[in-house]
């Protein structure tokens, strides 16, 4: 199998797109973009050159996936949601040597219209709720929403809520799964698949 690429998507000679990976209408893949397998890019996405996406990642419509940005395997990019990489930006001042890396760990979920302030880690199977502007590294598990990001809990592997606290101490089982997690603080960890 090989890529799906939309007659109306531009992908610039050097760029490397993953087999089964389809790309839609109006997109633009850069020339030094490295895509993985299996990956979904809905209509209007741009991809740029210092871009690294890992295996079946999804992207929804119209999001910009600047130089910087490390999506890891599993990642959800919702409609119109941000990414940045210039911390202070101004049109007449040049700071393409100041981009800050913005990484997103496995399974991490980012929802419509939120905003990723350049600079931060977003941690495995974290979920960022729709419209959330998040200026600070996420744990994982995360469930983090508002503006700024604040974490209001916690979610499973699978993208359900989970009976925990926002911080402290507990245990608590994925309804859908039935894998379990113990809450230490303010980092969670699955014990049991």
Known sequence: MTATIHESAIVDAGASIGEGTRVWHFCHVS?????????????????????????????????????NVTLEDD??????????????????????????????????????????????TIGRYAFVGAGAVVNADVPDFALMVGVPARRIG?????????????????????????????LNGDRLEEIAP
């Not at 990956?39 to 600047?66: E, H, P």
């Not at 799964?177 to 113990?182: S, V």
């Open 31 to 67: 020339s030094g973009a490295v895509i993985g397998r299996g990956c979904s890019f809905g209509q209007n996405v741009f991809i740029a050159n210092r871009v690294v996406v890992g295996d079946n990642v999804k992207v929804q419509n119209n999001v910009s996936i600047y130089d």
């Open 154 to 182: 916690w979610m499973s592997a699978a993208g359900l809520r989970l009976d925990l606290p926002p911080s402290g101490e507990g245990e608590a089982t994925c309804p859908d799964t039935g894998a379990k997690y113990r």
């Open 75 to 120: 990642v959800f990019c919702g409609p119109s949601m941000v990414f940045t990489n210039v911390y202070n930006p101004r049109s007449h001042v040049s700071r393409k040597d100041e981009y800050r890396d913005t990484v997103v760990r496995r399974g991490a979920t980012l929802g419509a219209n939120c905003t990723i302030v350049c600079g931060a």
